[in-house]
């Protein structure tokens, strides 16, 4: 129906119609849709790291930590059997969510819910399990093995993206390219050497990370408040063996170590410094997709493109760094997380508040998911970035003659001619060049001015030789050479295991 106005614009003489366009879908419409998924996980993140938080993973590494007590309880003397030992085991997978949660509703606390749920499946094995622990045990040792586990996948792909980018560098080290400062045009660097500034910073990144993979304790067995005095009434005031049992939890579960004192929980300074690592990947992922997105604005490098993908539904023409501006969103976010973790540290009351709890179930996996977003991209387009050397040429030669000016002004000295007016000359072509330049819109002429200036004859059969663009990168392409000998080939050699591995997922969207 076509809608009819009168002079009047806000009279309608025909209504179009009487759809309710704010209307809620019928209660048994749309099944399966009607509740927030977090984007992170349903649209971006790897199948691997969203295991390393999933229920599966964080419940079934929770009666890995009963049945790693209990061995370890048994060893030093306490009475558990083999056969209460072996029921857990056979039944460490067997978990009903259902059950579990219905028990966490009649106890509202969820790590008695999954004691109840796992003792219904090992029933011989209820009477001893959790003897000793508190809710801590469970929850704060799974969190640092999660931590771990997330921190060993994220170096993998961080060094993957290494080794990806060391190859773009070395392909490319020897093409000049413009500088900028102030986005500005600069003195000439070159594609690669500009690389080798992205794959510095991961290095920095990925040598604080390994770091903290080797040194990151568990919270280990410490008791409601961290003085373990539950574990000392069980082995009858033996300190030894309750040392010993701290030392053994650790070790069955592959820590090197427990931190050495706690309250009821480890210290969320742990917290801190983890996401402030993955924050610190975030920062130069954003800056290297950055520096991608200007370059394709500038037509020198494009990130992949799909044969059919679309770069814009209302301009069929675009080739829009659809994958570097992703990084960078998601990026964005991940960098704001260590400021929920420093919140979190510095308002822990005494020896722990559970206003902890809440706030590290949303921020510490989302960090996680996020950082593994951001390189699963950083590795896409690194390995698919197209460098278009005629439009890095064009550029150059636009602001070359420029930057040429003094070699010339010297090569002229050399064969007898002054200085000053040498260069006064050279500031007059330059000024009236760049009018051309930025007022007409046409090319940058300065080297046809010199050409046709009776000063500059002594050099106008060397002219192109003096404007070579590889006379003005410096050391760029020995330092990429240096750069990849000496800081980057022993990283690759180091984690050349890891590099082999095959992600499982690619980038889909």
């Not at 025909?14 to 309710?20: A, G, I, L, Q, V």
């Not at 794959?199 to 993979?213: F, P, R, S, T, W």
């Not at 373990?228 to 010993?244: P, T, Y």
Request: hydrophobic content about 40%; charged content about 25%.
């Amino acid at each position: 129906n076509t809608i009819h106005r009168n002079s009047a614009p806000q009279t309608i003489i025909k209504k179009m119609s009487t759809f309710d366009y704010s209307a809620d879908p019928p209660s048994d419409a749309l099944p399966g849709h009607r509740k927030y998924q977090n984007p992170l996980v349903s649209r971006y993140a790897s199948s691997e790291m969203s295991y390393v938080w999933s229920p599966a993973c964080k419940f079934t590494t929770w009666r890995k930590l009963w049945i790693c007590l209990a061995s370890a309880e048994k060893e030093l003397g306490i009475n558990i059997t083999d056969s209460q030992i072996k029921e857990m085991e056979e039944n460490v997978f067997n978990i009903d969510f259902d059950k579990a949660a219905e028990y966490e509703s009649k106890f509202r606390h969820d790590v008695m819910g999954h004691v109840h749920a796992f003792g219904d499946v090992a029933p011989a094995a209820m009477p001893i399990l959790h003897l000793g622990a508190t809710s801590c045990f469970i929850g704060d040792n799974a969190d640092c093995i999660q931590l771990k586990n997330g921190l060993i996948l994220i170096r993998r792909k961080l060094v993957k993206v290494i080794s990806v980018l060391s190859s773009f560098a070395k392909k490319y080290k020897d093409l000049p390219t413009l500088g900028f400062t102030h986005y500005q045009p600069a003195q000439l660097t070159t594609v690669g050497k500009r690389a080798t500034l992205w794959i510095q910073d991961l290095l920095l990144d990925l040598e604080k990370i390994d770091a903290e993979i080797e040194s990151l304790p568990m919270r280990g067995v410490k008791g409601t408040t961290g003085t373990q005095a539950s574990f000392l009434e069980l082995f009858e005031g033996d300190h030894e063996k309750v040392k010993a049992l701290n030392k053994r939890v650790v070790s069955l579960m592959g820590f090197k170590k427990a931190i050495p004192v706690s309250g009821q929980t480890y210290t969320r300074k742990i917290d801190y410094h983890i996401m402030t690592l993955l924050s610190g990947i975030c920062q130069s992922a954003y800056k290297m997709c950055g520096d991608v997105r200007l370059l394709a604005n500038l037509k020198e490098v494009e990130e992949p493109f799909a044969k059919n993908q679309i770069g814009s539904s209302a301009m069929a023409y675009k080739r829009n760094p659809m994958r570097s501006e992703r990084a960078c969103s998601i990026a964005r976010y991940v960098m704001t997380l260590p400021s929920a973790c420093a919140q979190t540290h510095a308002c822990q009351w005494f020896e722990r508040t559970l206003d902890d709890s809440a706030i590290r179930r949303i921020v510490l996996p989302e960090g996680f998911l996020g950082t593994d977003v951001v390189l699963s991209l950083l590795e896409n387009i690194a390995d698919g970035m197209h460098v278009w050397p005629s439009v890095v040429r064009k550029h150059v030669m636009e602001e070359l003659p420029f930057m040429s000016t003094e070699v010339i002004l010297m090569e002229c000295v050399k064969k007898g001619g002054d200085r000053q007016e040498l260069h006064e000359a050279i500031r007059v072509h330059s000024m009236a060049a760049g009018a051309v330049v930025k007022g007409e819109g046409k090319a940058n002429d300065l080297l046809d001015r010199i050409a046709k200036d009776k000063l500059f004859e002594c050099v106008w059969d060397k002219l192109d030789e003096l404007v070579d663009p590889q006379l003005f990168t410096g050391r760029a392409t020995q330092q990429v050479d240096e750069f990849m000998e000496e800081e980057v080939e022993p990283v690759l050699a180091k984690f050349k295991d890891e590099i082999k591995i095959e992600n499982k997922d690619g980038v889909n969207v």
